[in-house]
Nanobody, 123 residues
């Protein structure tokens, strides 16, 4: 079993930056495809960014050029660096991991989810 835990959320002003962390514990000997999703209040959860097992990133167009996803393999931690944050980025951010397949933008394909971390961007 794998446990995924997010951290790093909080309150930030528009234009500011925040880095989220996603730590995986448990049976982490496998390589997983990992992704960040977010859920804005009253809306469905949406894909933000993903990382293949080989480390190639993919991004939703809404965050491309502002967010960067990366992995520290030594600590089994995946990061989401968020720059130039906007009020529309306010959401609960979730980390998800998938055993088979790539970091596709479909939440139902993921095997493990964290509890989420709130990011609030003030104008």
């Amino acid at each position: 079993q794998v446990r995924v835990v997010e951290s790093g959320g909080g309150l930030v002003q528009a234009g500011g930056s925040r880095r989220l962390s996603c730590a995986a514990t448990g049976r982490t000997g496998r390589n997983y495809a990992t992704a960040w999703f977010r859920q804005i209040s009253g809306k469905d959860r949406e894909f933000v960014a993903g990382l293949t097992r080989s480390g190639s990133p993919i991004y939703d167009n809404s965050v491309k050029g502002r967010f960067t996803i990366s992995r520290d393999s030594a600590t089994n931690t995946v990061y989401l660096q968020m720059n130039n944050l906007k009020p529309v980025d306010t959401a609960v951010y979730y980390c998800a991991a998938r055993i088979i397949g790539g970091p596709e933008p479909t939440e139902g394909l993921y095997d493990y989810w964290g509890q989420g971390t709130q990011v609030t961007v003030s104008s």
